[in-house]
């Protein structure tokens, strides 16, 4: 079974300091993991994701991802957050199949 | 670049009312989804057409259908509409590919009075 849990509801940050946004699955094969990002009134937008290539990810936004089997995460990271980077930001994980299982989302503020 | 289109953007209906929703995916996608997201709430998976048949089934009310056309357009229709079906309804779709990345439309906010 499959399963997605996003440690923090609400992540705060002042800009220009570093973004942490973390993600654990669960999940019996290996699987796909994304990260999307929402925007107030806006669709939600692919930031990145794993498919068993490289286990770091380099996404749009300067944001990144590392894919650690050995502790079924997948964190999102940004160096140094930004103004425009306040959203909602959602972690997914599929197995290759045609049903994708959110996490209920992280809601990151980035204070001035 | 092409993206995911979805229409109408805004919607209000009354209670008891039917709504049609409607997603033109990606040009060569042939997989579609559609989300439901409540206020508040993460998306919820509700179904999904792969080359325009049925291909999984989530949390979709009996009350609503689906269906994917021979131009993978896909259309949701919800009948006998509930205060508690307003929400935010993204449609995405996807290439026939393993790894089925999945990319979202603007969303189609139902509004039911």
């Known amino acids: 079974a499959q399963s997605v849990t996003q440690l923090d509801s609400h992540v705060s940050v002042s800009e220009g300091t570093p973004v942490l946004l973390r993600c654990n699955y669960s999940?019996?094969?290996?699987?796909?993991l994304f990260w999307y990002v929402q925007h107030p009134n806006k669709g939600l937008q692919l930031l990145l994701k794993y498919t068993s290539a490289a286990t770091l990810v380099k996404g749009i936004n300067g944001f990144e991802a590392e894919f650690k089997k050995s502790e079924t995460s997948f964190h999102l990271t940004k160096p140094s957050a930004h103004m425009s980077d306040a959203a909602e930001y959602f972690c997914v994980v599929s197995e290759a199949g045609n049903q994708f299982y959110f996490g209920t989302g992280t809601s990151l503020t980035v204070i001035p | 670049a092409a993206g995911v289109i979805q229409s109408p953007r805004h919607l209000i209906k009354e209670k008891r009312e039917t709504a049609t929703l409607k997603c033109y995916p990606i040009p060569r996608h042939d997989t579609v989804y559609w989300y439901q997201q409540g206020p508040g709430q993460d998306p919820q998976f509700l179904i999904s057409?792969?080359?325009?048949?049925?291909?999984d089934k989530g949390s979709i009310p009996d009350r609503f259908s689906a269906q994917q056309f021979s131009d993978y357009h896909s259309e949701l229709n919800m009948s006998s509409l509930e205060l508690g079906d307003s929400a935010l309804y993204f449609c995405?779709?996807?290439?026939?590919?393993?790894?089925?990345?999945?990319?979202f439309g603007p969303g189609t906010r139902l509004t039911v009075l």
């Open positions: 999940s019996s094969y290996s699987p796909s």
């Open positions: 057409f792969y080359e325009k048949m049925q291909s």
């Open positions: 995405a779709s996807s290439l026939p590919s393993s790894f089925r990345t999945q990319y």
